[in-house]
Nanobody, 124 residues
């Protein structure tokens, strides 16, 4: 059974940092791309960042570029999202996701498996 289990998140003041983790299990993920999305209340789920397992190619939404860093540890089947210089508008539930096709697109429909979500709240 494929599972993506998230950890991290919480409440932080503006300008602070948080790190999210997403551990994948159930099969090998060596060819999958992994992504992070977020959803604020009343808004659609939006792309944050993605990484291909092979080569470490990364993609970022313009709103987080230069502040967030996605990385992965293939040996642990884990992907991370380091979030620095957080802003109140970063407040949302964050989801990790796995794309079997390995492309790491910026649309949710491209992803096959999802984590349970974790709340990130940035206070002003």
């Amino acid at each position: 059974q494929v599972q993506l289990v998230q950890s991290g998140g919480g409440v932080v003041q503006a300008g602070g940092s948080l790190r999210l983790s997403c551990a994948a299990s159930g099969r090998a993920f060596s060819n999958d791309a992994m992504g992070w999305f977020r959803q604020a209340p009343g808004k659609e789920r939006e792309f944050v960042a993605a990484i291909r397992w092979s080569g470490g190619i990364t993609y970022y939404a313009d709103s987080v570029k230069g502040r967030f860093t996605i990385s992965r540890d293939n040996a642990k089947n884990t992907v991370y999202l380091q979030m620095n210089s957080l802003k109140p508008e970063d407040t949302a539930v964050y989801y990790c996701a796995a794309d079997q096709a390995g492309l790491g697109g910026n649309w949710p429909q491209a992803y096959d498996y999802w984590g349970q979500g974790t709340q990130v709240t940035v206070s002003s």
